[in-house]
């Protein structure tokens, strides 16, 4: 089982690689709501998101006016309990979500509310996502 859903084929009929999404959604899932749970008052609990930056390089500094540009990574980790986790490595490099997993999932948007251009975090090509 160590060779399922591996990324490398390994049976002639290549069934070792069929079916290996990662997540299991039922019918009620939406992707555009926030994953909450209650507590035992039936009050709304949100889930928390960590949220880490890795500098990889500053590109401008001007102390005079008090500006930098930075190039970094920013990482976000959380838990969504509707979410059923399936197929998943010990190598987290092969727990890495396809390109519709990452656009069918909840993902929190992180607004950068000190910049000139009010950004804010997107899932596009470049975004990689993958469970830990």
Not at 36 to 56: F, H, P, R
Request: glycine letters at 2%; proline letters at 3%.
């Amino acid at each position: 089982m160590d060779r399922r859903c591996n990324r490398i084929t390994d049976c002639p009929d290549l069934s070792d690689e069929a079916n290996c999404q990662i997540t299991q959604l039922d019918s009620s899932y939406i992707g555009d709501y926030e994953p909450v749970t209650v507590d035992e008052n039936y009050d709304i609990e949100k889930v928390s998101v960590n949220v880490s930056v890795e500098v990889l390089d500053i590109l401008q500094l001007s102390e005079i006016e008090g500006l930098f540009t930075v190039s970094f990574k920013l990482f976000m980790t959380w838990y969504d309990p509707r979410v059923v986790y399936t197929n998943l490595k010990l190598d987290r490099d092969l727990n890495k979500l396809t390109t519709i997993e990452k656009e069918t999932l909840w993902k929190p948007v992180v607004v950068f509310d000190n910049t000139k251009s009010k950004l804010i975090t997107q899932t596009d090509e470049r975004t990689l996502a993958m469970i830990n």
